[in-house]
C-alpha cells in the first residue's frame, strides 16, 4: 500500500514529465515543420499527446475518493 506522500511525489513526478514532453514535442514539431520533416513532425505530435496524457492522469479528478468540479 502506497501512503500519501508516495502519491504526491508520483503526482509531481507525472506533472513535470508531462510539461518537458509537451514543451520538448511542441519545439520539435516547430523545427521539423520549417525543415518539412513529415516524421519529425508526428513524432512531436505524439509526444505532446503522451505529455498531456500525463497532465490529465496527475490531477486530482482523477483519483478515487476527489469530489469533481460541477462549474
Known amino acids: 500500500m502506497a501512503n500519501g506522500q508516495t502519491k504526491t511525489v508520483g503526482g509531481l513526478l507525472m506533472r513535470v514529465l508531462g510539461v518537458l514532453l509537451v514543451v520538448v514535442g511542441v519545439l520539435g514539431a516547430l523545427a521539423s515543420l520549417t525543415q518539412g520533416n513529415v516524421v519529425g513532425m508526428v513524432?512531436?505530435?505524439?509526444?505532446?499527446?503522451?505529455?498531456?496524457?500525463?497532465?490529465?492522469?496527475?490531477?486530482?479528478?482523477?483519483?478515487?475518493?476527489?469530489?469533481a468540479s460541477t462549474r
Open 43 to 67: 513524432l512531436g505530435v505524439v509526444l505532446v499527446a503522451g505529455g498531456a496524457v500525463l497532465l490529465k492522469r496527475s490531477g486530482r479528478a482523477g483519483r478515487s475518493g476527489a469530489v
